[in-house]
């Protein structure tokens, strides 16, 4: 398999939630350059020279904003600023969608050829494409995650395929394995 797709297909449900969760008011993001200044100090260990050399000025600079005696930054410190506050924001919206889908489960749409074999009639040769949309568990959904985490398209895939077929034939618990070949599309919601 050249392309990814049950991988690109769980990154795509992540930026999404990540991108809902980032339209939401966010309580604590700091507005201020006094506050941004102060918000990077803390996350960066209370090192005035990371959060100068992350700026790019000078370390009495990062002190006079956190003393409050500058205010006003130029155009392009306060845009840096604004980027770097934000992008250590962006880990916590990432980590929250994380979260929400560990929660929830996800919602699968699969359409791929399902092959079954069970240890008391052996395998089927006789393998059909099927479109299957099921919900998975929460625990499904965290397997699944961790697979993606670790960039295993091979593993997702095996998560994926077993626990919409578990679900859609009503195999949970009866020791039937199902394979599954030849996705022709994979899609996740929340």
């Known amino acids: 398999m050249d392309t990814t797709p049950v991988l690109d297909a769980l990154w795509d449900v992540h930026h999404l939630e990540r991108d809902r969760l980032a339209a939401a008011p966010q309580r604590g993001m700091p507005q201020s350059p006094r506050a941004q200044v102060a918000f990077l100090h803390r996350r960066l260990g209370r090192s005035t020279a990371r959060v100068a050399a992350l ?3 000078h370390p009495e600079t990062v002190r006079r904003y956190l003393r409050g005696q500058r205010r006003n930054p130029p155009a392009d410190f306060a845009a840096r600023l604004q980027d770097a506050v934000a992008a ?10 994380d979260d929400e889908m560990r929660r929830r489960g996800l919602r699968t749409y699969l359409t791929a050829t399902f092959t079954f074999y069970s240890p008391s ?3 089927s040769d006789d393998g059909r494409e099927r479109r299957l949309d099921e919900d998975l568990t929460p625990s499904e959904t965290e397997r699944l995650l961790a697979a993606r985490d670790a960039g295993n398209e091979t593993r997702a ?3 994926a395929g077993q626990a919409v077929a578990e679900a859609y034939f009503g195999l949970r618990g009866t020791g039937m394995d199902v394979t599954v070949r030849d996705v022709v599309a994979i899609k996740f919601e929340l």
């Open 88 to 97: 250590r924001f962006r880990s916590r919206l990432a980590r929250r969608a």
């Open 55 to 57: 700026l790019g000025v």
């Open 157 to 159: 895939l095996e998560i």
């Open 121 to 123: 009639a052996g395998s």
